[in-house]
């Protein structure tokens, strides 16, 4: 055998070649380490190459690790949910990159992930988006959605009905409260697909706990397109998803009047780099927010499973609550609209009183047991499916479906549809019974006679029992590719769901004392001839409203939407089409005395049905320009509708069939133009916004001959005005933020009543601003907020003027580092420190007749002063 020869010229050259071929691919490995604010490392957060296929993931102590041929303008992408993304630039290989990445909502640079389809950042979105991270939300939870949402530019938010059933305003739309125009979901599904089924709000049927990662409600604009699309805006809760590395929190919390509360969340992962977990519950007890002898109790359970595919993941995730929260509407206040004081000298809170359980009364169908105990129940929960998945080529494919199931009741204390209020004893038995010449009040559970100088107080109880179902699904296709200089990223969706929802109220009318958690009395009289007429039995008046109700809807929707970039600009265009048929049953209804002599009514077990159908569609147009690096200029126009409230659909009982009013979309165009600035210390925004609604149909539920009924109406309402947020450090570890609206918001159409054309939309401030002072250094932090509502009108006719309040909060908290991994919190606050009484609303059941007249002003108070203390130990 031939021996080679390295001397030879061949071979010369052909080691030569070698080293060569060594050289041109010889790899730069680039390591770091990703952490937060607080050092400790974050796991499973995607490196990437910019402009490169070169990826690769954190392990679990946040370490990175990547190959790359060559170093000339290489820069990092980092990135994590709940967390603003990171850019650094590589200029040697020999030093290690040490990436902190600042929680999500700190600045402008954070990845959105609603309403859009390429993760882009706030700066390059053409739309308002506020987000939350943890820590803020941390430091807003209190008692209910309204806490955190107030502090969204935008948002009125109004909590005094307790944990459930916030009224959510958005800017310059006309609602009677809940979330109409502004759909709840969790992690990119609506917790209601239909809103309007009945009146209950999507935020009864789950509860904030510790396995929500962030927030992020965007306004306007493109959110009119996707999922189940709405004309103001989503907001959208993220749940956290496990990673390699576990993590785990535990948290207890009390505060006053009587409220403790556990909180849990953990994850990691099942099988490392392919499977993981996360699990998070919350329980809790409490007699307030108001002590009413009806404490809120109950727990949920929410997780979810995630499965790493090829190019993809499928997670599924999974809800259970048992809950009952007490609500709390509006009641008779001073003249003054303070709080009154009872005959006894005590503060009159509430009048809900625990003098209701097994209250009960006898109907056609024997007895029925009012369930005003309960309050506000849920219990059921839903599961849900997430199917990503990438092909390559820039394809990717998404499939959501969701089912739901809930057996809820929404029962409350309500102001009384008689009309009459507190009156001395004498002047009550005059007005119900002019002929009577004496009458006697006692105690309706052991007789004791009442005190002379009691005030009475007719009343109201109702019970509202409402069961939901609901199977909905979301399927998008994603196309991302480049013609030229122009990068698109263009969507198909589709859109679907089926809900149906009962709506049994059964009202109870009940006689007390005015006093705070008054008795229940027992009134008999006796007129000339001597006759002696029992009022009440066992406290109980009458039954005088009944109706039944189930209403189903099925969704169907279709669209597509290419997100563009050519250089500096970028250009959003989009568009939906929606279907919707509704379904309803009516029970009819008789009133008769029963075997008490008490008036009863009740259903005859006879329907009448509608059915109803109609369609729309929507176009959103947008446009964002990087003026310069840090500063983006945006505007944007949608057309959209909203599908009116099937609630509000009545029957014509003559013919049985026909629905009145007419159901047509409601139509709406918004128009927004603004600028956003993101410097190292100081992000802001500025916009105008201006929007016109028409064709609303508007659906009050109003006091009409001693009963409670629904109304419906169509209203136009047009609306303008200017908003700002900024986030200004000023100071090593100290920070100002804050936002501020301005708007001007009127009735342009009124059907029943012309008189209010022109009018203040009710309940939406003129101006309102929320703004905050917060220190922290990693180990201590404190916080001061005030949020401003300003003057706003308590119904159409603008006869009541609801003056401006504040809400402020003080928090506070410090963090003790156990060990690398482990750290314990204390913190504690308070809500509402200044013990403001502001007025959220007026009487709704009386609407354009309520007035500044009388002894009286029935109105909700804003949830009084409370203090709060937490132990969170993370490890």
């Not at 490392?41 to 190959?67: E, Q, R």
């Not at 809807?553 to 250089?567: H, L, N, Q, R, T």
């Amino acid at each position: 055998m031939k021996k080679l020869n390295f001397t030879s010229k061949s071979s010369i050259v052909f080691c030569c070649l070698m080293w060569f071929v060594l050289i041109a691919n010889a790899q730069n490995v680039i390591k770091g380490t990703v952490k937060d604010s607080k050092g400790l490392p974050i796991a499973g957060a995607p490196v990437k190459v910019k402009g490169a296929t070169v990826a690769t993931i954190t392990d679990n102590d946040g370490n990175f690790s990547l190959s790359v041929k060559t170093l000339d303008k290489a820069v990092l992408t980092i990135s994590s949910i709940g967390y603003d993304d990171a850019t650094v630039e590589i200029t040697s290989a020999s030093t290690s990159y040490n990436v902190v990445l600042k929680e999500a909502g700190s600045s402008l640079a954070g990845v959105v992930v609603t309403a859009n389809n390429s993760r882009r950042s706030q700066m390059e979105l053409p739309i308002s988006v506020a987000t939350f991270g943890q820590t803020k939300l941390s430091n807003l939870k209190f008692n209910s959605n309204a806490d955190i949402l107030r502090t969204v530019p935008g948002i009125s938010a109004e909590g005094g009905g307790g944990d459930v059933a916030s009224n959510i305003f958005v800017r310059g739309l006309p609602s009677g409260g809940q979330y109409q125009f502004t759909p709840l979901q969790i992690d990119g599904m609506p917790v209601i697909s239909t809103m309007g089924l009945n009146s209950s709000a999507a935020d009864v049927y789950y509860r904030n706990d510790l396995g929500i990662n962030n927030i992020e409600f965007v306004r306007g604009g493109s959110s009119t397109l996707y999922g189940a699309g709405s004309v103001a805006g989503i907001i959208n809760y993220t749940s956290k998803v496990g990673s390699n590395t576990s993590k785990t929190i535990i948290e207890t919390e009390v505060a006053t009047p009587g409220k403790t509360k556990f909180d849990f969340n953990t994850g990691g992962a099942i099988t490392e780099n392919s499977l993981f977990y996360n699990l998070s519950g919350t329980y809790r007890y409490d007699e307030g927010p108001v002590v009413t002898g009806l404490p809120s109790n109950g727990y949920q359970l929410r997780g979810n499973l995630k499965k790493v595919l090829n190019d993809g993941s499928l997670t599924f995730y999974f809800q259970y609550i048992d809950d009952k929260a007490q609500f709390f509407l509006p009641y008779p206040l001073t003249a003054n609209r303070t709080r009154p004081v009872g005959y006894d000298g005590v503060t009159i809170n509430t009048l809900q009183t625990s003098d209701v359980v097994l209250l009960s009364a006898k109907t056609p169908n024997g007895i029925y047991q009012s369930q005003a105990n309960n309050g506000v129940l849920t219990k059921g929960g839903y599961f849900m499916l997430d199917f990503q998945k990438e092909f390559g080529k820039g394809w990717k494919f998404n499939a959501k479906v969701r089912s739901a199931r809930y057996q809820h009741q929404f029962n409350f204390f309500g102001t009384d549809g008689s009309g009459i209020n507190p009156a001395t004893q004498a002047n009550f038995l005059k007005v119900i019974a002019p002929s009577a010449v004496s009458g006697t009040y006692t105690f309706a559970n052991d007789n004791a006679p009442l005190s002379s100088s009691a005030l009475v107080l007719q009343n109201n109880i109702t019970d509202r029992i409402r069961p939901l179902t609901e199977l909905s699904t979301l399927i998008t296709l994603n196309k991302a590719f480049q013609t030229g200089k122009v990068e698109h990223n263009i969507t198909f969706g589709a859109f679907g769901a089926r809900t149906e929802a009962g709506d049994l109220n059964i009202q109870f009318r009940y006689l007390s004392e005015f006093k705070d958690r008054p008795r229940l009395l027992n009134l008999s009289y006796t007129d000339a001839a001597s006759t002696v007429t029992k009022f009440t039995n066992n406290g109980v008046v009458s039954l005088p409203g009944y109706t039944n109700k189930t209403i189903s809807s099925k969704k169907k929707a279709f669209y597509v939407s290419d997100e563009a970039k050519i250089g500096k600009l970028r250009l959003d265009a989009g568009f939906r089409i929606e279907s919707i048929t509704g379904d309803g049953s009516i029970e009819k209804t008789a009133t008769a005395k029963n075997a008490d002599g008490i008036n009863v009514a009740w259903g005859t077990g006879a329907f009448d049905r509608f059915s109803v159908s109609t369609s729309d569609w929507a176009l959103a147009l947008a446009a964002n320009y990087a003026v310069a690096k840090n500063v983006f200029g945006y505007v944007n126009y949608s057309k959209g509708y909203f599908f009116p409230e099937l609630r509000g659909v009545s029957v014509k009982y003559t013919s049985g069939i026909a629905a009145y009013p007419k159901y047509q979309p409601e139509k709406i165009n918004q128009y927004e133009a603004g600028v956003k600035l993101n410097l190292t210390k100081l992000t802001f925004t500025l916009a105008y916004f201006s929007e016109n609604l028409n064709d609303r149909l508007q659906v009050n539920y109003l006091n009409v001959n001693g009963s409670v009924q629904e109304i419906s109406k169509y209203v136009n309402t047009k609306s303008s005005g200017i908003e700002s947020s900024f986030d200004w450090t000023f100071a090593k570890h100290l920070h100002l933020t804050g936002s501020v609206t301005s708007q001007q918001a009127t009735y342009t159409k009124d059907e029943t009543t012309p008189a209010n054309e022109g009018k203040w939309v009710e309940r939406q401030p003129r101006f309102m601003y929320d703004a905050g002072i917060y220190y922290n250094n990693q180990s201590f932090d404190i916080s001061f907020s005030n949020n401003y509502a300003g003057k706003r009108y308590g119904n159409a006719s603008n006869a009541v003027a609801l003056d401006p309040y504040s809400i402020s909060r003080l928090s506070a908290g410090y963090n003790f580092m156990l060990d690398k991994q482990t750290s314990l919190r204390i913190s504690g606050g308070v809500f509402n420190v200044f013990n403001s009484e502001g007025i959220t609303e007026g009487n709704p059941r009386a609407g354009d007749t309520q007035s500044n007249t009388g002894d009286y002003f029935v109105g909700r108070p804003i949830l009084p002063r409370a203090t709060y203390l937490r132990a969170t130990l993370s490890f």
